[in-house]
């Protein structure tokens, strides 16, 4: 479940294989933990005043999700991936509540410190590149944490219940076992945080919907109408590779994950993941619509991808979202700058990528990929009908709005 470099030395590639190729055989990870421990779980988080639900991948890698779900429901937890790749839980749950993210523990940590009753399932905690040091959970707290990845639990924070178990066999048992002990009052007060919950995510939704609404004609575009009418265009069942990074959020308001393996996002935040991985989604689904996302920085990475797609007639879709800058590290400076007490100033101009522009459009048709180049609302709709249509890969160079500086390269730069 991560990388894996696998290295061939010469003799080995020119030597003969005479060795039977079996199928690998992968033993069973389905372990249910003791049933006294699974109550005392049970009672550690009936009793929270605030319970929290830390989540990640290894839910999805045990197909946990509707399990999740239930113990999240009956303890009116709020739910948080900390730095997912998988769909872990509905994104339109009211209790899913996003990402703890892997960039800042000052993010985090009120997050963090904000339960009582800590439930950790199939994660580390917390993979920070500006980690919070010291205590992460509020004084008091009681961190249960059940991984089948040991070597997790306990390991950056304490921990006072760690259960080496499966998180799917293990959560439909303590779903069980939570009905059973929870008082009442418990369940009365666990619904009442339910309720509030759904309240808050239906304002926020309406909120949102309300500003990309009245931004729907703006131009340069917004990334909130391409995603509108996509959603209305796909049909049921695609996938979306996303590594739009700051052009994200639209895809969460009009193209909410639903279930594991609709969606996937690279974990860790290394860039060029999108334009491949949405090759290995399609390769993996080739009866599914593949949508890939990507920002024009990642893009440039990993841009040779289109090339393979073309090669193998690997027939995904993908979006360059075209802001002529690094925005995220504008985004990311900012936050240095306010740490350092340094005053907000323009931004360094290499995180401009705005000139010479870059034409994703004329570089995907010369890596073989048909595209089409979108600046206006008025495009969008004819080009996802385009992309959707033709078979075979196909690229939208989506032109949005963005924080660049054209006029100040070449005299800062010299170009
Ligand atoms: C391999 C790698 N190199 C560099 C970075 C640092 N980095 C993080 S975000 C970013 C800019 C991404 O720009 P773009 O893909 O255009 O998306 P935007 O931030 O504009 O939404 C960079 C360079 C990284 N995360 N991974």
Request: proline residues 8%; glycine residues 10%.
């Amino acid at each position: 479940m991560g990388p894996v470099y696998v290295c061939l030395p010469q003799d080995i590639l020119d030597a003969p294989c005479v060795e039977p190729v079996r199928p690998t055989s992968l033993p069973s990870t389905r372990i249910l933990p003791d049933q006294a421990l699974v109550r005392s779980v049970a009672e550690t988080l009936a009793g929270a005043k605030t319970p929290m639900i830390f989540v990640g991948d290894g839910v999805a890698f045990s197909d946990a999700q509707d399990e999740l779900t239930v113990v999240a429901e009956l303890l009116g937890a709020e739910v948080w991936d900390v730095d997912s790749g998988e769909v872990n839980m509905s994104w339109s749950h009211p209790l899913y509540m996003g990402m703890t993210g892997h960039m800042f523990g000052e993010h985090s940590l009120p997050v963090l410190r904000k339960g009582d009753g800590i439930l950790v399932v199939g994660t580390y905690i917390v993979p920070e590149v500006f980690p919070q040091l010291g205590d992460v959970w509020s004084a008091g707290a009681n961190v249960v944490h059940i991984d089948l990845n040991g070597w997790e639990i306990a390991k950056n924070h304490p921990v006072n219940l760690g259960i080496v178990a499966d998180p799917k066999t293990t959560l439909a048992a303590l779903g069980a076992e939570l009905d059973r002990v929870m008082t009442a009052k418990q369940k009365g007060a666990a619904s009442a945080r339910l309720d509030e919950a759904r309240r808050a995510r239906a304002a926020k939704r309406e909120a949102d919907l309300g500003t990309a609404s009245s931004l729907r004609n703006a131009v340069p575009l917004k990334m909130s109408r391409f995603v509108e009418e996509l959603a209305a265009a796909l049909p049921p069942g695609a996938i979306v590779f996303d590594e739009a990074l700051t052009s994200s959020p639209p895809i969460a308001l009009y193209l909410p994950p639903q279930r594991t393996g609709s969606y996937f996002v690279t974990r860790g935040g290394s860039l060029g993941v999108g334009f491949p991985g949405a090759l290995g989604v399609k390769l993996a689904n080739p009866s599914k619509t593949v949508v890939g996302f990507s920002g024009d920085g990642g893009c440039m990475y990993t841009i040779q991808a289109l090339w393979t797609a073309a090669r193998h007639g690997i027939d995904a879709k993908f979006v360059v979202c075209n802001n002529g800058c690094y925005h995220l590290l504008q985004l990311n400076i900012d936050e240095y700058w306010k740490e350092q007490g340094v005053p907000k100033h323009e931004y360094p101009v290499p995180f401009d990528l705005s000139r010479p522009a870059i034409r994703f459009d004329e570089l995907a048709r010369s890596l073989g990929v048909p595209a089409v180049r979108v600046e206006k609302p008025t495009e969008i709709a004819a080009a996802i009908r385009q992309a959707l249509g033709h078979p075979g890969p196909f690229l939208i160079d989506l032109v949005l709005e963005g924080n660049s500086h054209p006029d100040r390269i070449g005299h800062t730069c010299r170009q």
